[in-house]
């Protein structure tokens, strides 16, 4: 980092004199950014507004405050008001050159020739030309890399893979691009918060890669030829090829033989052209399979296939150990030296090998890699050495079936002869033998380069391995007959040759007693008979010995390796957090020695067993159940068509991938039913767990992709559509501000929308002069995060406004998507409303004649206690343990508003209080909080009264007015619910005193047509008596206040007055409309009467014609109308039938 100039920088005048005091001493390094910081030139300034007074940040950027234009000196040793975190530079420019420079080169841009509004200044040096100070440039950009580009120092970065990486740079650390408000707005206050864009964010695993990165320095990594080749290569040759192949061979006959090789060459062919698809689509990091499907098909598919792929592995470490130790264990009574007995010299021999294996793996993975080299070549020495010993007819070999390549034997192994097996029972035989395709895979993390190495390395490995297995089935079907009994007195004469008709008879030898049944006992060789045939055939017997015990260890060591690597993968990601201990990892390779050692006590638990006939089928379906899922995930990234689906390598198809899933699975019924139904139980149980236990991680898996892709065309098929009645659904737009403001309302819209229609939160953000667009971006992704974890099913949608009735029209306009559009307002009762602003009123009702304008219903809700309960210090939590958890910004949102104004989100103004002064943030620091007064103890509890379950009680519907059946819609869609179960429906009607049963079965006839049950139904035959009288004089004095009274003035002045104020109610107007006035009051009488103790009341809500009833009237009659009642739903539909009793 460069040192400043002792010259200020000018730009274009001097410093005012109270500025000299800043000026800094050349031979000082200033406090700028550490070369830890040194991604960007930052030019740092404290921001006094809402910095933290107590911060003592050793290393503050900053030593000055701006305070409008005055710059006030920081006297020495006085703690700066605004830590590094607090203090945020306006503009950043990446650093190319070596962080740890102090010294500018002679190249270096001098600070006068800094140019216009995008080069690299700080926001008070860009005010400067008005009075503003100016500040030092730490100049961190020292090889004018940008000024050379452009001819300018701009600060507009130019294309960098750094700043596309997670993890760390080359440099030592992820670079940032400037962002667009950095670019583009100079009066910029906030920034938006440090993150990544779109999902980038870390996961604890990959901070941990990053960490891992940085210090990767001596770190071990392998090419693709000994990382991948060498590893698929010894896993696929494993003893099957020894003393399996040849059995396969006299079973099935060379044809056969060969099918089935190319069947399971064709199987994990299309698996490793998958696998090759999903690792070149971008950058792969350890963990093999896991790693693979997790991040392409997501935590649930990945967790569960995780788990039980590295129980697979280590299993496999068991099989392939107890191999080893059988063939030993056979050698050892050759020549009579068994130490107890066979079942035990097993466990001992495996214990021991096992252990030596551990020990390798444990060293770490150089070591390993030099002992897989060392048993590749005894391998390959045994493959070569049966070959040339197949072209080397021994005279001492016929007796026991091997006479060197001869076209009758080729033709007479051709056909297949099974003996006790089928075709499917010997594929299921041979099959294991190529599930060893993901060896290289698995270890990803210590590939240096695991894009290339995985595709080519695999399918390289399936290319030699599949020529080999087909070589040695030609081979030992061409050389050796299927029956021997190695005798050479079964030579047969030549009289007799014409009887004899097996191919041996050419050689002068006579096999047939080994068909006809007689002395089969001693028919102890042929591909029939002899598992060792191959050792005979060799040059050289012990070397084959040698292949095989090469073949066993080394796929027990690659599986010793795998299991723990992608065990650790999956432990870092957290899906199983009981599992994140064996996490750790150690040394400079990031050995997962937890891991080793668990390995290690499941597979010699398995070895102490010794019976693995019944394990193996379920591990060989283990590892199918991984690879169907490899395939699965490549078409289904297909499908998802993802722009981020961009695999480098092309040979793939999606429809071939399918088909390999299909296979897979299709394999796995083939190799054994129990075994592969245990699988997918197995994986279903995790898939489920994984789904319920909800881990926080984004991996842009195609899952979400697919998801979005259908959102999208179910949308599109839906605005193709024409609405239908039955399929009607109330979509509500509910003016709730802030989602936790209002509780009740959005409990209450939640209970009947849920799983059933659209909710928008709507909210109006008003009284900013200059809207701060980015707070509203981070609101939206703050409060619909916090809507997800309530578990409300709702989005939530902000808009700046200059009132909250053009908000609204906006959102009314706006909201929605296709026929996912609202169709409900849904906004709360103005509690306060003769308290306040009389314009306020006058807005508030035409935000619900704009709500009937647009062909909408309209719904209020009423609580005696109100709504609001933003005003009550620490009543929500919503980021002092939720959003912070997440890395949000300690912020809490404070609504300063009057006491209740619920529908009224003009008076919102919303404050970003500092962390010190939040009190949810006191709350979590246990600090006193001033006990709740009563009314707002009442308020709180009313608020969260649709939370619970209801207790048994009525739901009141006073459906007055036909406005197309919403009134009595959302009452029986609320009784569905679960908590409103115990509530039974009452409807209200009114009707003539001498017909009430006549009305009372009309009612019945049309609600049992609606199939809706009821409980009551009860005709108000006294709707239109008069109300009492103290209830009319209260109703009077109630709008006193709000009368014009142009009786009593001239009328030039009465209508002066009624422009400037034309919510006031004229004489005229209340003699008007007296008889719907003496309604409202009369209603609310009968309402005590019928229903105060019902649960909730849904009524039909009077409407006001617009321009003739003045705002203050309609307030009135809604308040006459439900003041002290319980819960009350004020409904009007938009007069379109929303139900209908044909089908």
Known sequence: MSAPSSEPPALGETLAPENEGLTVDAGLKPAGPTPSQSRFQVDLVAEAAGAAADDKSPNSDASTLTSGDKATPVPEGSEPAAGGEEAKGRFRVVNFADPSAAESPPDAVPAEGFQNGDTVMSEGSLHSSTGGQHHYHYDTHTNTYYLRTFGHNTIDAVPNIDFYRQTAAPLGEKLIRPTLSELHDELDKEPFEDGFANGDELTPADEAAAKEAAESKGVVKFGWIKGVLVRCMLNIWGVMLFIRMSWIVGQAGIVLSCVIVLMATVVTTITGLSTSAIATNGFVRGGGAYYLISRSLGPEFGGSIGLIFAFANAVAVAMYVVGFAETVVELLAGVDAIMTDELNDV??????????????????????????????????????????GSFIPVKSKEAMGFFGYDGSIMLENMGPDFRGETFFSVFSIFFPAATGILAGANISGDLSDPQLAIPKGTLLAILIT???????????????????????????????????????????????????????????????NDFQVMSVVSGFGPVITAGIFSATLSSALASLVSAPKVFQALCKDNIYPGLSMFAKGYGKNNEPLRGYILTFCIA????????????????SNFFLASYALINFSVFHASLANSPGWRPSFKYYNMWVSLAGAVLCCVVMFVINW??????????????????????????????????????????????????????FRPQCLVMTGYPNSRPALLNLV??????????????????????????????????????????????????????????????????????????????????????????????????????????????????????????????????????????????????????????????????????????????????????????????????????????????????????GGLTLLIPYLLT????????????????????????????????????????????LGDINTKP????????????????????????????????????????????????????????????????????????????????????????????????????????????????????
């Not at 020990?359 to 391998?379: C, D, H, N, P, Y």
């Not at 070895?607 to 394990?615: D, F, M, P, R």
């Not at 236990?693 to 024409?722: C, I």
Request: hydrophobic share 40%; glycine share 6%; net charge neutral.
């Open 1028 to 1143: 009492a009288k103290e209830n009319v004089t209260t109703f009077e004095e109630m709008i006193e206040p709000f009368r014009l009274k142009e009786d009593d003035m001239e009328q030039e002045a009465a209508e002066r007055l009624k422009n400037s104020e034309p919510w006031r109610i004229t004489d005229n107007e209340l003699e008007l409309y007296r008889a719907k006035t003496n309604r409202q009051v009369r209603l609310n009488e009968l309402l005590k009467e019928h229903s105060s103790t019902a649960n909730l009341i849904v009524m039909s809500m009077p409407l006001a014609r617009k321009g003739t009833v003045s705002s203050a009237l309609y307030m009135s009659w809604l308040e006459t109308l439900s003041k002290d009642l319980p819960p009350i739903l004020l409904v009007r539909g938009n007069h379109q039938s929303v139900l209908t009793f044909y089908s």
């Open 674 to 727: 129990w075994a592969a139904l245990f699988t997918n139980v197995i994986v279903m149980g995790l898939y489920i767990y994984v789904s319920y236990k909800k881990p926080d991680v984004n991996w842009g898996s195609s899952t979400q992709a697919l998801t979005y892709h259908q959102a999208l065309t179910h949308s599109l098929q839906l605005s193709g559509v024409e609405d239908h009645i039955k399929n």
């Open 976 to 1019: 569905n619910k679960k908590r409103w179960k115990d509530c039974k429906i009452r409807v209200f009607i009114g009707g003539k005193i001498n017909r009430i049963d006549h009305d009372r079965r009309s009612m019945a006839t049309l609600l049992s047509k609606f199939r809706i049950d009821f409980s009551d139904i009860t005709v």
């Open 347 to 388: 466990r001992i021999i495996g214990t021991i090998t096992v252990i030596l294996l551990l020990g390798i793996s444990v060293a770490g993975m150089e070591w390993e890699a030099k002992a897989q080299i060392f048993l590749l070549i005894v391998l390959i020495t045994a493959i070569f050495n049966y070959f040339i």
């Open 604 to 619: 010699l638990a398995f070895i102490l067993i010794a019976q693995l006939n019944v394990i193996a089928p379920i591990i």
């Open 466 to 528: 599949g020529i080999v297995y087909l070589g040695v089935a030609v081979s030992t079907g061409s050389c050796i007959v299927r029956d021997a009994t190695g005798s050479i007195n079964n030579t047969v004469s030549s009289q007799f040759m014409a009887n004899c008709t097996d191919a041996a008879c050419k050689f002068g030898f006579d096999f047939s007693s080994c068909k006809n049944g007689e002395e089969v006992s001693t028919c102890r060789y042929g591909l029939q």
């Open 750 to 963: 939640h209970a009947f929308t849920k799983n059933v229609g659209l909710m928008i939160c709507g909210h109006v953000r008003t009284g900013s002069r200059r809207p701060n667009f980015k707070e509203l971006a981070n609101d939206q992704v703050r409060y619909q995060r916090w809507l997800l974890r309530n578990e409300t099913k709702a989005f939530y949608t902000a808009v700046y406004a200059e009132d909250i009735r053009q908000g609204t029209q906006y959102l009314l306009q706006a909201s929605g998507l296709g026929r996912l559009r609202p169709n409900t307002l849904v906004v709360g009762f103005k509690n306060d409303w003769r308290d306040g602003d009389m314009n306020n009123v006058e807005t508030y009702i035409q935000m619900i004649h704009d709500a009937f304008d647009f062909q909408y219903g309209a719904v209020v809700l009423r609580l005696k206690e109100g709504l609001d309960v933003s005003h009550i210090q620490g009543q929500d939590d919503l980021l002092s343990s939720q959003e912070k958890t997440s890395g949000m910004k300690d912020v809490v949102v404070s609504i300063d508003m009057s006491k209740d104004s619920d529908g009224d989100s003009s008076k919102l103004s919303s404050k970003a209080t500092s962390v010190q002064n939040s009190p949810a943030i006191q709350k979590d620091k246990k600090s006193p909080t001033l006990p709740l007064n009563t009314t707002d103890q009442r308020l709180l509890e009313a608020s969260q009264q649709f939370q619970k379950k209801q207790v048994k009680g009525t739901v009141d519907v006073w459906w007055l007015f036909d406005d």
